[in-house]
């Protein structure tokens, strides 16, 4: 591929944003492409996709660079991916022998896989001998999956539509409502996607709003919806009949639900700010299926989000840990006696998952409840990191007797 002096400063400029000013990688790329309309559809794949490859494995590149300036960096991750580097002078002080020699002798399997030392520590205590193929898998680059949106359209339909425009995607099974693209590709400019005939999300988290096994005329309480994208998958399964109930403390993000749940012809959707302890109180046992999609480190999809593991401390996590745990020992009353729970994050780590759960039924708050099914979705392929566990309310004896 030949290199261009102007989109390798394109990447440059993304990466100071992202690391000496600490934004998300994701706008700043998005700002960076429309900063220069002249820019193709191949420059634009290129700085995105080399930004994003740049910072997951930046640690690593870091090392092996002879100094921090950007053209060192670059060429040396242009090398560590096998490439040529053209005779430019900005990469005179680069020696292909010297980097590839510097890479034979590293043994730190932290350094290898371009982590933090302090998450090589913490994953190896918490995972052991599952961490380094975990790790090792979520340095993969991401692919792109679609969710379906069933309100409108089929998987084979939506497949068939992206298809006569040159956007091929395949069936993944277990996955019903999803496509996996067979390239990268911007889809949000299709047709389709204003149409609101899909989504863009991660196939294991696909399996969250199923996991609730909901069903049309329910009343659903989605807790931590964010920008509502599990809400919207709930609303579809359950045909668009019955009460999906959005809630987030942060109002903006609702707005952002209202738009998607626009788009997506759903009319069940009703978001609801939390404005503290009340908001939880006036809905109490009012809900047959509750979502606690819970705050969490977002290891689980480093894949999407590599900058995640820069801007995360050991401190970090267990300040988020306190939070699940404060979610779990509230939120859990909104749900009728008899009702479902499902507590799910995007973190490997057993101390957000299976060990807050436990915590959780040792506890006044969880007295009421068992543990139906407990699922760790692995990072491969088309999946990311997810834990979900499903758990229901037991109702009283006599009446839990009755209907049994």
Not at 257 to 286: C, D, H, M, Q, Y
Request: charged letters at 25%; a neutral charge; aromatic letters at 10%.
């Amino acid at each position: 591929m030949k290199l261009h002096n102007n989109t390798i400063r394109g990447v440059h400029t993304a990466l100071e944003a992202i690391f000496e000013q600490g934004q998300y990688a994701d706008k700043v790329i998005e700002r960076t492409l429309k900063s220069n309309p002249k820019w193709g559809a191949k420059d634009r794949s290129f700085i995105a996709e080399t930004t994003y490859e740049m910072v997951r494995w930046w640690r690593l590149v870091n090392f092996l660079s002879p100094s921090k300036d950007p053209w060192d960096l670059f060429g040396t991750y242009w090398l560590m991916q096998g490439n040529e580097l053209p005779s430019w002078d900005e990469f005179a002080r680069l020696q292909p022998e010297k980097i590839k020699s510097k890479y034979d002798s590293i043994t730190d399997p932290g350094l290898l896989e371009s982590i933090p030392a302090w998450l090589q520590t913490l994953g190896s205590q918490e995972l052991g001998e599952k961490w380094e193929a975990e790790i090792h898998a979520l340095n993969e680059e991401a692919e792109v999956v679609l969710r379906v949106n069933t309100l409108k359209t089929t998987r084979e339909r939506l497949k068939n539509l992206l298809e006569a425009d040159g956007i091929r995607s395949y069936l993944v099974k277990g996955y019903p409502d999803a496509l996996v693209l067979e390239e990268r590709q911007n889809v949000f400019r299709h047709p389709s996607f204003k149409e609101g005939l899909f989504e863009v999300q991660d196939a294991s988290s696909q399996l969250v709003a199923a996991a609730l096994q909901v069903a049309p005329g329910m009343r659903v309480i989605d807790a931590c919806a964010g920008a509502g994208g599990k809400s919207l998958h709930l609303a579809a399964l359950m045909g668009n009949k019955g009460k999906v109930i959005s809630m987030d403390v942060e109002e903006w993000k609702l707005q952002q639900a209202k738009l998607r749940a626009r788009r997506n012809g759903v009319s069940i959707f009703e978001p609801k700010i939390i404005e503290g302890s009340k908001t939880i109180k006036r809905l109490k046992e009012s809900a047959d299926r509750l979502l606690l999609d819970v705050p969490c480190s977002g290891l689980g999809v480093l894949r999407r989000n590599p900058d995640t593991k820069w801007k995360l401390s050991a401190e970090s996590i267990a300040k988020v840990q306190v939070t699940q745990q404060e979610i779990l020992q509230s939120y859990p009353s909104m749900l009728k006696k008899g009702g479902q729970l499902v507590y799910a994050t995007c973190s490997v780590l057993p101390s957000e998952n299976e060990e807050q759960i436990k915590k959780f039924l040792a506890s006044e708050a969880g007295k009421d409840f068992e543990l139906i099914e407990d699922r760790w979705e692995i990072a491969k392929e088309y999946f990311f990191g997810w834990f979900i566990i499903d758990l229901m309310s037991i109702m009283p004896f006599e009446l839990f007797m009755t209907i049994g």
